[in-house]
């Protein structure tokens, strides 16, 4: 990440508005901007499968599911934060599991770059369903966008909810339901 363009752009984003970038308060804005962006897209230069390279034997053919995680992401439309949770459930094929902190971390990789809330959900599933290699995967998403509720049509509390459901999942409405019960119980 190039801080120095950052900086660049953050004083030139104050004059523009009208704002005095020497003005006490403004002074350090820029390299606090620059560091706050290194941790918004510190996932851009992340692989999220390598947060799941480390998996386990243990004998369940079960849906596992971590509800509730949460998270927030920046909105590549409007540079805007959206933050809500996720919950990923998955069943394990061949006894392959991964440790509990490995899902959330998938989720605060690949939400830590420019999304959009449907490609987040996606890359999440499609990271577990590459990497584990379960019967299938379901991911649901709930999120607040600010770019509804501080401009545009000014919505507070507004969720978007978006789902991706892979494998054993899609193809059985039954174990389907079973996952989408325990999300919502």
């Given at each position: 990440?190039?801080?120095?363009?950052?900086?660049?752009?953050?004083?030139?984003?104050?004059?523009?508005?009208?704002?005095?970038?020497?003005?006490?308060?403004?002074?350090?804005?820029?390299?606090?901007?620059?560091?706050?962006?290194?941790?918004?897209?510190?996932?851009?230069?992340?692989?999220?499968?390598?947060?799941?390279?480390?998996?386990?034997?243990?004998?369940?053919?079960?849906?596992?599911?971590?509800?509730?995680?949460?998270?927030?992401?920046?909105?590549?439309?409007?540079?805007?934060?959206?933050?809500g949770k996720a919950h990923v459930a998955y069943i394990p094929e061949k006894n392959r599991v991964v440790g509990l902190s490995k899902?959330?971390?998938?989720?605060?990789?690949?939400?830590?770059?420019?999304?959009?809330?449907?490609?987040?959900?996606?890359?999440?599933?499609?990271?577990?369903?590459?990497?584990?290699?379960?019967?299938?995967?379901?991911?649901?998403?709930?999120?607040?966008?600010?770019?509804?509720?501080?401009?545009?049509?000014?919505?507070?509390?507004?969720?978007?909810?978006?789902?991706?459901?892979?494998?054993?999942?899609?193809?059985?409405?039954?174990?389907?339901?079973?996952?989408?019960?325990?999300?919502?119980?």
């Open positions: 990440m190039d801080t120095a363009k950052i900086k660049k752009a953050v004083l030139m984003i104050l004059e523009a508005i009208g704002e005095d970038p020497k003005r006490e308060g403004l002074k350090e804005t820029p390299e606090r901007v620059a560091r706050m962006y290194e941790d918004f897209f510190s996932g851009l230069h992340k692989n999220p499968k390598d947060d799941l390279k480390t998996t386990y034997s243990q004998e369940h053919d079960e849906i596992i599911l971590l509800k509730d995680i949460s998270f927030y992401s920046i909105c590549e439309h409007h540079l805007l934060p959206f933050l899902l959330a971390r998938v989720v605060e990789t690949v939400s830590k770059k420019p999304q959009m809330q449907e490609r987040l959900t996606s890359e999440i599933a499609n990271t577990i369903m590459e990497s584990l290699k379960p019967k299938g995967v379901i991911v649901v998403i709930h999120a607040e966008h600010l770019c509804m509720t501080m401009r545009g049509i000014k919505k507070p509390g507004s969720h978007m909810v978006t789902s991706a459901v892979k494998g054993i999942f899609r193809k059985n409405s039954t174990t389907r339901a079973e996952a989408f019960a325990l999300i919502n119980g």
